[in-house]
């Protein structure tokens, strides 16, 4: 009976023949693969953790804060811009919101579109949610031509517009002019995905500058990399109070967990020690790209905690050619180039000497 799989059962059509979300999780001494945040957390803030999950945990015989109020005041004081909590919304992990805001504004019938190479998950939440995806392609040097995306809005007039910026897998920011026209153009929501917003350089400004200008804008956020809490699950969002009033129209009730919300308030207080860690990873990401660039490699600008570089006649072989030697790398994105996550100091070494050895 082990060849019964899903397709056997009376799923959806549209679901039939997928095959789930799976980057590789392997036991390897240097994990440069899902853009995580190698520092994990320091001692007092594990015991700050402790000490707040116990807490929670004498109240677990009742449901949680449904609205998450105290998390969203917290969230919105630490994104600043004059945010208040009827303007923030979380979830499990960005993800989550992303699905939530597919329900609401996608859907049979409906249309999302993205800019591509970008996240992987921005087209399977939009199907699985029974939304169309349309894809659109990023232009040289993996950046988006606004009057080539303007024309593109008019001719599919997506629900839902998919801008990420910093974006994964190319590290590339989108000029903010970029993102006002379009989201002046697009007819529907636009949703502006800035899980890497925190790793920006210097200069690089967010998209939540707009949001007084822009009711259907939104911009998404996630604690689970620059804060380094990938294991906690909580991201959130910042749009006018109208768009968070009508998630809440499909978010099941007592999604976030008590012990979610307190692990995600404690990390909040610790901003200033987390933000330190992204300040080393930017530093570090820079020195990773000067050094590719000087081994003669082609890397993308990134304002990420990744860099993507290239090009290669046969990247799976570098891929396998580094995974023998320990390193873990993502073969994500254009058929040339290869995406690396930047980790700390040692395995940063561990990195170059491992490419090195496999490109020699
Ligand atoms: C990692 C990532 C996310 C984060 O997802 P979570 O569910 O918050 O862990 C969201 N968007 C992009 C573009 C990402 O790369």
Known sequence: ???????????????????????????????????????????????????????????????????????REALARYLGHGLDADRVWAANGSNEVLQQILQVFGGPGRTAMGFEPSYSMHPVITEVTGTRWITAERGADFRIDPDRAEELIAEHRPDVLFLTSPNNPTGTALPLETIARLAAAAPGMVVVDEAYAEFRREGTPSALTLLPDHPRLIVSRTMSKAFALAGARLGYLA?????????????????????????????????????????????????????????????????????????????????????ENGVLIREVGPPRWLRATVGTPEEMSAFREALLRVTA
Do not use: C
């Not at 549209?14 to 979300?21: A, N, S, V």
């Open 1 to 71: 009976m082990s060849d019964f799989g899903p397709d056997d059962l009376p799923i959806r059509d549209d679901l039939r023949g997928r095959t789930p979300y799976g980057a590789p999780q392997l036991d390897v001494p240097v994990a440069l693969n899902t853009n995580e945040n190698p520092f994990p957390p320091s001692e007092r803030l594990v015991e700050a953790l402790g000490s707040a999950v116990s807490d929670a945990a004498r109240g677990l015989n009742r449901y949680p804060d449904r609205d998450a109020v105290r998390l």
């Open 239 to 323: 749009a006018h109070p109208a768009v968070v009033r009508a998630l809440q129209l499909v978010r099941l009730p007592y999604h976030l967990s008590a012990v979610t919300q307190a692990v995600a308030l404690t990390a909040l207080e610790f901003s200033d020690e987390l933000l330190a860690g992204v300040k080393q990873l930017r530093e570090e990401r820079d020195a990773l790209v000067e050094w590719l660039r000087a081994q003669g490699f082609s890397v993308a600008d990134s304002d990420a905690n990744f860099v993507l570089f290239g090009e290669f006649e046969d990247r799976g072989a570098v891929f396998r050619g580094m995974l």
